[in-house]
């Protein structure tokens, strides 16, 4: 089965021309039109493919959807890896006023002396 | 000084009677308008009796109670004050802190509180007033530990979706809105992203942190619906929300292949349920908001199927759609959802009335040419939508579409219409579940116009409804009036005549063409009136009885009340009262103009001829008058008799068709 044109490319499918660019200039250098014709051939055709936004969106839409790969790049990406870091600070945040809540609650029923029994000094 | 010496002597007796019945509520009200000198003769026995007040308030848990007792003490606090015992002062103030609803109560009356507790007990003193200066939400190190306060235990786990609220600072900034979203979705997961962004930080935020926030949320929920470990339409919900906020976001370049994969995602985990259709509309209604994504969404949207339950909504997204881009086939989908909906509505529980916005919708389509010429080169399209329109087409909607578009239907689908009206009429009226009576009208009128089109007859004319010839039957009597010369006036009435699709509308155009047009037309038109009501005895007897009212040349009613009188007798039946009053009255007229006359006398021989006496002078014509009745027959050829019956202007004021 002929492969399509962002597989060519070896990037998922999108409808930005510019990543389109990118991957067909870092793929270029491994088929060189000298040395590998039919190599280029079938990158340039990819490439013209995906150069006008219709293509590129029916091209889109038609290609196979691999969710897990698709759950494993996004995933992978920074975004991620920035919310897991930023996870700390929010549980702690959810902690304090989890905390404060619980404070109110426990405190508004007992009467003055109720309290100072309850909390050490 | 006038006023407050008004004033005290009000409030003294406020006071008392407040005292007088224990109302401690009003007796602090009218407490803080007394003068001063006045308070501290009241505070000794206001004071205990207050205290007493709040301490037993505090047992019973009467929040509110406390609430507007601190609202009233936090401005006179002497009464709180116990002579000597700060200890006692603070035990009175401790539950008015804790009820008070707001931090800016509580900060006054925590002074009080505070005098004593910070020296026997200051850690609680220091973890009350932090709980007062930062509005309840003081840093956990500050709070003490309480029993079942774990420093380390996590967060209560908390239901999901839109009972979750969480309080979380709204970011003030885009860079972090970024990873505030991205914070939320790795503690608390997608649903936490929804609510607390859709319903806590958009509403208050700017619009460039919103853009961004709508953007994480299309980030996220494309990343939730990707999730393996969630199935059908559980992967379909973020999709929902992520569309919806997609279609928002004014950074339609930054989300377009978060929102491609947004469709395909839905394309593929489409199972037609209900959630898994709304993300797939939604999704397509985001691209639509992309004029990069247009077309395809339109093309998508407009090639969809059916859910297996379709509901209200979902016809009402495809309308939301055609608004964003006016792509008319979204009409057709609507539609043939609409008549699912509908049928399945009927065998439920009954009729579903057409929503005002889809009957709006269907006006503007009727009377969108560029439509219907794309749906003439497909004649089997052509056929169903046409249908489809007559389905719920209002009256406008048809005559919209008949002034307009009838012309580029193809003869394929006019002769599929008229088919269709065939099979109809011998179907009973309830088996479809549609409202068949205005759909059987409006496929006759159709019919009605494909019969005039192919004879040709009125190719040029404008068609109006029976409706509209009522409403317009002043302007054509005008339009008569105005008339420049007997054609166009005949012109008029037979536009009037033809469209009129009723006996009394029919016996108006006569009477018209007898008061406006040639003899010979009026003959001619209404010739063509008894061949057209023939077979019809109630029509008959109607237009007979329209045409008794106005001035109709006789012979005309004459051959009328004939017509009348054979077809009763040809087409027997039972007959309403008015018709057969109308008949009693054309058999008295035809016996009236049909009596045999009586024999004449044998001719006198003539007798020769007299010579003639010399002429008498002419008499005035106002004389002549006066002097004579005229007779009916005198205004019109000598052939033509008129019945009068009623005087011309009364004719007006008939309204109903019989």
Redesign the interface.
């Known amino acids: 089965m002929a492969e399509g044109p962002f597989a060519v490319l070896g990037i998922a499918p999108t409808l930005d021309l510019g990543a389109v660019k990118r991957a067909y200039f870092a793929a270029l250098p491994r088929h060189p039109p000298h040395a590998d014709p039919a190599g280029f051939a079938r990158l340039r055709g990819a490439y013209d493919a995906l150069q006008s936004p219709t293509a590129r969106a029916s091209l889109t839409l038609s290609a196979p959807l691999d969710l897990a790969a698709l759950w494993a790049a996004r995933a992978a990406e920074a975004e991620l890896a920035e919310a897991r870091a930023a996870r700390v600070t929010s549980v702690e945040l959810l902690r304090a006023q989890e905390r404060a809540e619980r404070f109110t609650d426990v405190l508004r029923a007992l009467t003055l002396d109720e309290a100072v029994t309850l909390v050490p000094r | 000084m006038a006023r407050k010496a008004k004033t005290a002597p009000s409030a003294r007796a406020a006071y008392e009677a407040a005292m007088a019945r224990r109302d401690v509520t009003a007796a602090l009200g009218a407490y803080a308008r007394l003068p001063p000198d006045e308070k501290q003769v009241a505070a000794p026995t206001l004071g205990p009796i207050v205290r007493s007040t709040v301490t037993d308030a505090?047992r019973k848990?009467k929040w509110e109670h406390l609430r507007v007792l601190a609202a009233e003490v936090q401005g006179a606090p002497d009464l709180l004050t116990v002579p000597g015992s700060p200890e006692g002062t603070?035990?009175a103030a401790?539950?008015l802190l804790?009820?008070a609803g707001s931090f800016d109560v509580a900060a006054r009356l925590a002074p009080l509180?505070s005098a004593w507790?910070g020296g026997?007990?200051?850690?609680?003193a220091r973890?009350?007033e932090a709980?007062v200066k930062?509005s309840?939400?003081?840093?956990?190190s500050l709070?003490?530990?309480?029993?079942?306060?774990d420093?380390h235990a996590?967060?209560?786990p908390r239901p999901p979706g839109k009972g979750l609220r969480?309080?979380?600072?709204l970011p003030a900034t885009p860079a972090e809105a970024?990873?505030?979203v991205?914070?939320?979705?790795?503690?608390?997961g997608w649903e936490a992203v929804w609510d607390v962004v859709g319903f806590q930080w958009l509403p208050g935020c700017g619009a460039a942190v919103a853009d961004v926030l709508r953007c994480e949320v299309v980030?996220w929920g494309?990343?939730a619906a990707?999730?393996?470990s969630r199935g059908g339409d559980d992967r379909s919900q973020p999709l929902v929300y992520a569309a919806t906020c997609a279609l928002r976001a004014t950074s339609k370049a930054a989300i377009?292949?978060d929102v491609?994969?947004m469709?395909?995602?839905a394309?593929?985990a489409r199972t037609s349920g209900r959630v898994a259709t709304e993300a797939l509309q939604r999704a397509l209604l985001a691209a639509a908001s992309d004029p990069?994504?247009r077309?395809?969404a339109d093309d998508?949207a407009a090639g969809l199927a059916p859910p297996e339950k379709v509901s209200a909504a979902d016809v009402e997204l495809l309308h939301e759609h055609w608004t964003l881009t006016r792509d008319a086939r979204l009409w057709s989908v609507a539609i043939d959802w609409w008549r699912i909906l509908r049928q399945a509505a009927h065998a439920a529980y009954g009729l579903l009335d057409v929503p005002p916005w889809l009957l709006s919708w269907t006006r503007e389509i009727a009377g969108d040419t560029d439509y219907w010429r794309q749906q003439a080169k497909d004649s089997q399209r052509c056929e169903s939508t046409l249908l489809a329109l007559l389905s719920l087409g209002t009256e406008e909607a048809v005559d919209r579409f008949i002034a307009r578009c009838w012309d580029l239907v193809d003869d394929r689908a006019k002769r599929r219409v008229a088919e269709h009206e065939a099979d109809l009429l011998t179907e009973e009226p309830e088996d479809d579940g549609f409202a068949e009576d205005s759909f059987m009208s409006f496929l006759n009128r159709l019919t009605g116009r494909a019969r005039e089109m192919s004879s040709g007859s009125f190719a040029r004319r404008k068609r109006l409804s029976p409706k509209l010839l009522s409403r317009h039957e002043r302007l054509l009597l005008a339009e008569v009036d105005a008339s420049d010369n007997a054609a166009e006036a005949r012109d008029v009435i037979e536009r009037f005549y033809r469209g009129g699709g009723t006996p009394r509308i029919a016996a108006e155009a006569v009477a018209i063409a007898a008061r406006d047009a040639s003899n010979a037309y009026t003959h001619l038109i209404g010739s063509d009136l008894v061949v057209r009501f023939a077979r019809d005895v109630d029509g008959l007897a109607v237009a007979f009885t329209g045409l008794l009212t106005y001035n109709v040349p006789t012979p005309l009613v004459l051959r009328f009340a004939k017509t009348l009188l054979q077809a009763d007798e040809v087409l027997p039946g039972p007959r309403s009262t008015k018709t057969a009053a109308a008949i009693t009255s054309a058999g008295s007229l035809v016996a009236q103009h049909t009596k045999p006359r009586a024999p004449k006398a044998p001719k006198a021989p003539k007798a020769p001829k007299a010579p003639k006496a010399p002429k008498a002078p002419k008499a005035p014509k106002a004389k002549r008058a006066a002097a004579a009745p005229a007779r009916p027959s005198e205004a019109l050829p000598p052939d033509e008799p008129v019945v009068r019956t009623q005087q011309p202007h009364a004719r007006r004021r008939g309204g109903s068709d019989g």
């Open positions: 505090h848990k603070a035990r401790w539950p804790w009820a509180v507790l026997a007990h200051p850690r609680l973890a009350v709980w930062s309840g939400a003081p840093e956990a709070l003490p530990d309480l029993p079942g306060l420093s996590p967060p209560k969480v309080k979380v600072p970024k990873g505030a991205a914070a939320l979705y790795a503690s608390l980030r494309v990343h990707l999730d393996p377009r292949d491609m994969l469709i395909r995602l394309l593929a990069a994504l077309a395809i998508l």
